[in-house]
């Protein structure tokens, strides 16, 4: 019985390690650059295991002691909603991205240097309390960004009209894959996909890259999506927030109860 027991474990064990994109090839170590599937070259990595980063969770700690070498926690408003440090708590093997219950009040952190092109792994456990948009994306403007998004309200009319259209059952929720519209002349590129089982309560990777003249979509390592259409062309930054405003369309929000994203790692190859 001892035997069988352990024996699942690993194949449990093995079964979440399976779920994971393979490592890039590290050239020369990793000082020729990182090889992601074989074909696309960076020259850096960031790798963030928030289960061994422990910078404290403290909300009197200043904003830049509160997140790892490479991160900084977003401190500004956006229309009705703002994103305040105090939301922005590692703690517990996680990387907790907070919106406060019955506000606009939300978390977000991004990288503190640019990139032009990448590939970004983040391993996450998605919020689960109505009201909020939890989003891993590449950032330089309103134009120039390429987004992995989910909306936790059901009732989101993005949902109920993706979930129309799809004949899907009423109260499915997506992951929503998109790059925004490159000028005023386009429509923004964009995909609602199923989610991952258990997507609020396990974790699974959700992987986007960037690349000359195409995004690709991940989830679990496995290829969901791609786009060649408004592809991001200038460099930015790396963003993850959990935020809510009131748009019914989107995250319809706020939520009833403090919301969490929580992020156990973020695997970064870069140029």
């Known amino acids: 019985m001892r035997f069988t027991v352990l024996a699942a474990s690993l194949f449990a064990a093995g079964n979440v390690l ?6 890039a090839a590290a050239i020369n170590g990793g000082a020729g650059g990182y090889v992601v599937d074989g074909q696309y070259r960076f020259n850096q990595r960031q790798f963030w295991d928030f289960s061994k980063i422990n910078v404290g969770g403290s909300t009197n700690l200043p904003a830049g002691q509160r997140v790892p070498t490479g991160l900084k926690a977003s401190d500004f408003p956006v229309d009705s909603y703002v994103y305040t440090p105090a939301n922005v708590i590692i703690a517990r093997g996680y990387l907790h991205l907070k919106v406060n219950a019955n506000t606009f009040i939300s978390g977000e952190v991004t990288t503190n240097f640019k990139i032009s092109y990448a590939s970004v792994r983040t391993v996450a456990m998605l919020s689960e309390p109505a009201g909020v948009c939890n989003g891993m994306f590449f950032y330089q403007s309103d134009t120039q960004e390429t987004d992995i998004e989910f909306l936790s309200n059901r009732n989101s009319a993005s949902n109920t009209d993706a979930a129309s259209d799809a004949g899907d059952p009423a109260g499915t929720r997506y992951l929503w894959f998109s790059n925004q519209a490159a000028s005023k002349r386009k429509q923004k590129t964009t995909k609602p996909v199923p989610l991952p089982a258990n997507p609020t309560s396990s974790l699974h990777e959700y992987r986007l890259d960037l690349v000359p003249g195409m995004t690709r979509f991940f989830i679990d390592g496995k290829q969901v999506w791609n786009s060649t259409d408004n592809v991001p062309t200038v460099a930015g ?30 695997d970064m190859y870069y140029s």
Do not use: E, M, T
Request: charged share 20%; hydrophobic share 40%; proline share 11%.
């Open 18 to 23: 399976a779920q994971r994109s393979p490592a």
């Open 237 to 266: 930054v790396w963003v993850f927030n959990n935020w809510a405003d009131a748009d019914p369309s989107w995250s319809a929000g706020p939520p009833k109860q403090d919301a969490y994203f929580r992020i156990r790692s973020i």
